[in-house]
């Protein structure tokens, strides 16, 4: 059985839960997430499946070490996917932010992630509706989806569960297809 790959980058640990609770609620079919600050290039290829996750730091940015103090993220690992060939790859993709203290910026990494993703040929999957958030402005906004799924494990964490449940089993046809 091929195994969904689970990567994810976090400051608080907020992504890294959410990124345990998605592999328990998978089963067998995930891998035991990955922080992406600590795993290679071949390590992420090794997969035709991922679920990729990541907070936005302050005004948009991923988080990495130029930011704050924050471990090795999304932001060094990216650069190595240049030229990567991720054709026949599926990826989903959930963000945390916080609508709140962020409003202008609200899970801007889901977008940062898809764009490095769809130019080295990865299809990405798992769009998710914007209705119940509030926020002003996103980068990872288009017409009236999030181009995955956002959390606010803030001022919504009664909602997380149930949000990666739902986001879960759309996502899950494209991403073990026949199983």
Same mark, same amino acid.
């Given at each position: 059985m091929t195994k969904i790959g689970i990567f994810f980058g976090t400051e608080s640990?907020?992504?890294h839960l959410v990124?345990?609770?998605i592999a328990k609620s998978l089963g067998d079919a995930a891998s035991t997430p990955i922080d992406i600050g600590?795993?290679? $290039? *071949?390590?992420?290829?090794a997969y035709d499946a991922l679920i990729l996750g990541s907070p936005t730091h302050g005004g948009g940015q991923l988080p990495d070490r130029s930011v704050a103090a924050c471990p090795p993220s999304w932001q060094a690992f990216l650069p190595q996917l240049a030229g990567a060939?991720?054709?026949g790859k599926v990826a989903a993709i959930y963000g945390v932010g916080d609508q709140k203290?962020?409003?202008g910026a609200f899970v801007d990494a889901i977008a940062v992630i898809q764009?490095?993703? $769809? *130019?080295?040929?990865?299809?990405?999957?798992g769009r998710w509706p914007t209705t119940g958030?509030?926020?002003?402005?996103?980068?990872a906004v288009a017409g009236e989806h999030f181009l995955g799924l956002a959390l606010d494990q803030i001022n919504q964490p009664g909602l997380t569960g149930q949000r990666v449940e739902s986001?879960?089993?759309q996502v899950r046809p494209a991403l073990l297809p026949g199983v």
């Open positions: 640990g907020r992504t990124a345990k609770y600590r795993a290679t $290039l *071949a390590d992420f290829l060939d991720l054709s203290q962020y409003p764009s490095t993703l $769809l *130019a080295s040929g990865a299809r990405v999957v958030y509030d926020f002003a402005a996103s980068r986001w879960l089993a």
